[in-house]
T-cell receptor
Framework: AQKVTQAQTEISVVEKEDVTLDCVYE???????LFWYKQPPSGELVFLIR??????QNEISGRYSWNFQKSTSSFNFTITASQVVDSAVYFC???????????FGQGTRLTINP | DAGVTQSPTHLIKTRGQQVTLRCSPK?????VSWYQQALGQGPQFIFQ???????QRGNFPDRFSGHQFPNYSSELNVNALLLGDSALYLC??????????FGPGTRLTVT
């Protein structure tokens, strides 16, 4: 069975601060995919990034960066110089090779205060 | 290019009733997945439809059923509604890829 844990239920920071959202996953499969989604108040899940288990390269996209470490089964997400528009619930998700479903964590509610 | 669409946006039903939710996939997508997201929780996989057949099912009772039409759109049916069925129901579409694209969801309230 697969499991995703986002230990941080809520995070609140002041605008322009850097913030890191933690994600730890569990799976016995050797091929799997990790995702981050953003869910604004409107409810729609917005795809942010996908990482394959065989590609541990970290990635940076503008103010967003992701740190994938297989040794610790973690896939953390950092927002640099946070903005109020970053306020949302963020979900980490896992999908294993051959399975169709995404397994989501509980989500982290991020609030950026002006 | 239209994304994934869902209808209705909101729905209020009474315990014991039946409900049907609808989803139109993104253009070019042939696979539809349904998820249930209870308040304050992450989405939970209900099932996935491909070629009009249920391809995989999550841990949901038989009260939850679905259908996929030849145009790839899909319906989620829930019978004998319980208060605990109140949630945001999300539809996601894909096409032979790993990436799933989500719709805005239908918020179901059971009273």
């Amino acid at each position: 069975a697969q499991k995703v844990t986002q230990a941080q239920t809520e995070i609140s920071v002041v605008e322009k601060e850097d913030v890191t959202l933690d994600c730890v996953y569990e799976t016995r499969d050797t091929t799997y995919y990790l995702f981050w989604y953003k869910q604004p108040p409107s409810g729609e899940l917005v795809f942010l990034i996908r990482r394959n288990s065989f590609d541990e390269q970290n990635e940076i996209s503008g103010r967003y960066s992701w740190n994938f470490q297989k040794s610790t089964s973690s896939f953390n997400f950092t927002i640099t110089a946070s903005q109020v528009v970053d306020s949302a619930v963020y979900f980490c998700a896992l999908r294993v090779q051959g399975a169709q479903k995404l397994v989501f964590g509980q989500g982290t509610r991020l609030t950026i205060n002006p | 290019d239209a994304g994934v669409t869902q209808s209705p946006t909101h729905l209020i039903k009474t315990r014991g009733q039946q409900v049907t939710l609808r989803c139109s996939p993104k253009s070019g997508h042939d696979t539809v997945s349904w998820y249930q997201q209870a308040l304050g929780q992450g989405p939970q996989f209900i099932f996935q439809y491909y070629e009009e057949e249920e391809r995989q099912r999550g841990n949901f009772p038989d009260r939850f059923s679905g259908h996929q039409f030849p145009n790839y759109s899909s319906e989620l049916n829930v019978n004998a509604l319980l208060l605990g069925d109140s949630a945001l129901y999300l539809c996601a579409s894909s096409s032979g890829t790993i990436q799933q694209y989500f719709g805005p969801g239908t918020r179901l309230t059971v009273t």
